[in-house]
């Protein structure tokens, strides 16, 4: 079992910069590839980035590459996202999730019905 809580939004202006944080609990963690999804009303949620729980691969959202960074700390138990660039489209909720199995020792997945646990969300805003 793993619960995670997500931290780090706000409003901010276009071309800013944010950085979202997911606290885990559980000793497995380190188990676990990790993603970030956001939402907007009326729209499905939609991947963003994620990290293999092992050796950190990453992979990215063709809209975020280059401006996103995702990270993780094993030893603090928490995985970061690193928002540069924001537009007005990058507002949502977003999401922290965790997703356990062996396959994804190299690369996380990016369809949300693969993970199996999720945080409550963290509102991102992004002002023109």
């Known amino acids: 079992q793993v619960q995670l809580v997500e931290s780090g939004g706000g409003l901010v202006q276009a071309g800013g910069s944010l950085r979202l944080s997911c606290a885990a609990s559980g000793r497995t963690f380190s188990t676990y590839a990790v993603g970030w999804f956001r939402q907007t009303p009326g729209k499905e949620r939609e991947f963003v980035a994620g990290?293999?729980?092992?050796?950190?691969?990453?992979s990215y959202a063709d809209s975020v590459k280059g401006r996103l960074t995702i990270s993780r700390d094993n030893a603090k138990n928490t995985v970061s996202l690193q928002m540069n660039g924001l537009t007005p489209e990058d507002t949502a909720v977003y999401y922290c999730a965790a997703a356990t199995g062996e396959r994804y020792y190299y690369s996380p997945p990016s369809t949300r019905y693969d993970y199996d646990y999720w945080g409550q969300g963290t509102q991102v805003t992004v002002s023109s």
């Open positions: 990290i293999s729980w092992s050796l950190g691969y990453t």
